[in-house]
């Protein structure tokens, strides 16, 4: 069973950039594709960001796009998402999951598994 581990989250002032990192062990992630989430207060786990397994297809929710990459190192056994142009609207819980369905990763948390404990991410403006 794969175990994921997120860190890399902290308190940044609007406008700075934080890189997440998504370790995967006790089994490989390359054969999978991998997406990242996001959950505010009072809100539901959002998508983010989506990677296939090889990292050559990436898609990416509105909000973010053109200010977050994701990216992944398989020999790591590791995925990334580096944050750019941070806005306090981007302050939440971030998770990182695997796409437990084959071809191209969906948008929907529901059809994702293996959930890491997420990491804060805190934009003051």
């Known amino acids: 069973q794969v175990q994921l581990v997120e860190s890399g989250g902290g308190l940044v002032q609007a406008g700075g950039s934080l890189r997440l990192s998504c370790a995967a062990s006790a089994r490989t992630i390359s054969n999978y594709a991998m997406g990242w989430f996001h959950q505010a207060p009072g809100k539901e786990r959002e998508f983010v960001a989506a990677?296939?397994?090889?990292?050559?297809?990436?898609a990416y929710a509105d909000s973010v796009k053109g200010r977050f990459t994701i990216s992944r190192d398989n020999t790591k056994n590791t995925v990334y998402l580096q944050m750019n142009s941070l806005k306090p609207e981007d302050t939440a819980v971030y998770y990182c999951?695997?796409?437990?369905?084959?071809?191209?990763?969906?948008?929907?948390?529901?059809?994702?598994?293996?959930w890491g404990q997420g990491t804060q991410v805190t934009v003051s403006s």
């Open positions: 999951a695997v796409f437990l369905y084959g071809g191209f990763p969906s948008r929907r948390s529901a059809e994702y598994g293996y």
């Open positions: 990677i296939n397994w090889s990292g050559g297809i990436t």
